[in-house]
Every structure is written in C-alpha cells, then in structure tokens.
C-alpha cells in the first residue's frame, strides 16, 4: 500500500490551496480516508475524513467551514480543497487510511497507512 500526498507549497494567507493523495495497493472500500497535520514542536492532529462507508465527512474545529474533503473513486485519490488559509495552518500535512470505527475517527493511531507529507506554509 502506498499513499503519496502532493500539492503543498507557499501561499499567502487568504489563499488557497489543494492538496491531492494518490493511494495504491489499496481500496477505499471499508477504509477511512484521512488528512492530518503536523507543525513544528507540537503533535500531529486531525484535519478531515471520509467515514470507511464514505457516506461521511469529519473536520476539526479549527478548519471546518474553510476546508473540503473530497473523493474520485476511479482514481483512487482523495483531496483536501484549502482555503482561507491562516498562518496557524502551516505544517505537514499527511494523508492516511485505516479502519477506526466511527468515535476514534480523529485519532491517528487508528490509522495503519500513511503517506510521506506535504509541506504547507502560509505567510502572513
């Protein structure tokens, strides 16, 4: 299974930007599609999900509203859609999959697969 996250760059705050996660060796069928994040010193948190049914989308607080989680199944990608973008929202941001069930959506151990990350970096 690989994951491969592409799409980071500079940006000035305000802009947007869209990230794109390429997965193979592996179905979305039964699988939760995930974006987390990780900034310099501190942990890797939560960003959005596709539920495993894909019937489901989950954002954190901090990017809910600004942020879109999407899909192509034929292509077997998965997108994270960035706008509005803070400087609070420079980090790595890595694409994952697993099979967490519903209420441990948001935490990344639940998760088995992991891309390489994308650098993000918003000035401001």
């Known amino acids: 299974v690989q994951l491969q996250a592409s799409g980071g760059g500079l940006v000035q705050a305000g802009g947007s930007l869209r990230l794109s996660c390429a997965a193979s060796?592996?179905?979305?069928?039964?699988?939760?599609m995930a974006w987390f994040r990780q900034a310099p010193g501190r942990e890797r948190e939560f960003v959005a999900a596709?539920?495993?049914?894909?019937?489901?989308?989950y954002y954190s607080d901090s990017v809910k509203d600004r942020f879109t989680i999407s899909r192509d199944n034929a292509e077997n990608a998965v997108y994270l859609q960035m706008n509005s973008l803070k400087a609070d929202d420079t980090a790595v941001y890595y694409c994952?999959?697993?099979?967490?069930?519903?209420?441990?959506?948001?935490?990344?151990?639940?998760?088995?697969?992991w891309g390489q990350g994308t650098q993000v970096t918003v000035s401001s």
């Open positions: 994952a999959a697993g099979r967490p069930i519903t209420s441990t959506i948001m935490t990344p151990n639940q998760y088995v697969y």
């Open positions: 060796g592996l179905t979305f069928r039964g699988h939760a």
């Open positions: 596709f539920s495993r049914s894909g019937g489901s989308t």
